[in-house]
């Protein structure tokens, strides 16, 4: 039995600071975000930002973890009813995809960030992505199930489908009309194939 599928309700939370946060990335990126300025935005006093999180970058990787898991989970709701699981993958992936690209906070880190980005894609995999292989493992043995996705192992299989969309995320500022148009249907054709049974 794969991971329980990502869902909205269980990633959206009421969260003041992560809120703050999050306003701060936008207003001024990463390197400028201080733990005095979220405590200010939120209403809270420092002490209570490092009880929750013991330091920034621990509040940076979790207002990354809910945004961007809240993003997934957006797309994947949105091709639930499709009946054919690789079709259904796909079209979810690539919803997924679109979102993350066009998500204010990515595009701000991109833009302004993208050297304290890297490590979150090139060295070790966070909580984010944790999230979206564990999510692409269970629709992988779902569909396998329903032989609509061709054999393999899911685990491998979703680890592949999420380093293909790393590239494109990364260079999400350089697409742009018609590029972005070419490449997201390239990588469609590539994902149909590699899943198709």
Do not use: W
């Not at 999180?53 to 809910?66: C, E, F, I, Q, S």
């Not at 993350?100 to 090139?122: C, G, H, K, S, T």
């Not at 692409?136 to 199930?145: P, S």
């Not at 293909?164 to 697409?175: E, K, M, Q, S």
């Amino acid at each position: 039995m794969g991971a329980p599928p990502v869902s909205t309700a269980a990633v959206t939370t009421d969260d003041p600071i992560l809120d703050a946060a999050r306003a701060t990335v936008l207003d001024f990126g990463i390197s400028r975000m201080t733990v005095s300025e979220v405590a200010r935005r939120a209403g809270v006093s420092r002490m209570t930002v490092y009880r929750r999180y013991p330091d920034g970058d621990a509040l940076l990787k979790a207002v990354m973890a809910r945004e961007f898991t809240q993003t997934i989970a957006l797309g994947l709701e949105a091709n639930a009813e499709e009946p054919d699981a690789c079709r259904r993958l796909v079209s979810e992936a690539m919803q997924a995809l679109v979102l993350l690209l066009d998500n204010p906070v990515m595009r701000r880190l991109i833009e302004v960030d993208v050297d304290l980005l890297v490590p979150y894609f090139a060295v070790e995999a966070g909580r984010f992505q944790d999230a979206v292989i564990a999510q692409l493992t269970h629709e992988i043995q779902a569909g396998q199930r329903a032989g609509e996705i061709r054999a393999g192992d899911p685990g491998t299989m979703a680890e592949t489908i999420e380093l293909a969309f790393r590239g494109p995320v990364l260079a999400t500022h350089t697409l742009s009309g018609d590029r972005r148009a070419r490449v997201l249907r390239e990588l469609e054709t590539f994902l149909t194939r590699f899943l198709q049974p």
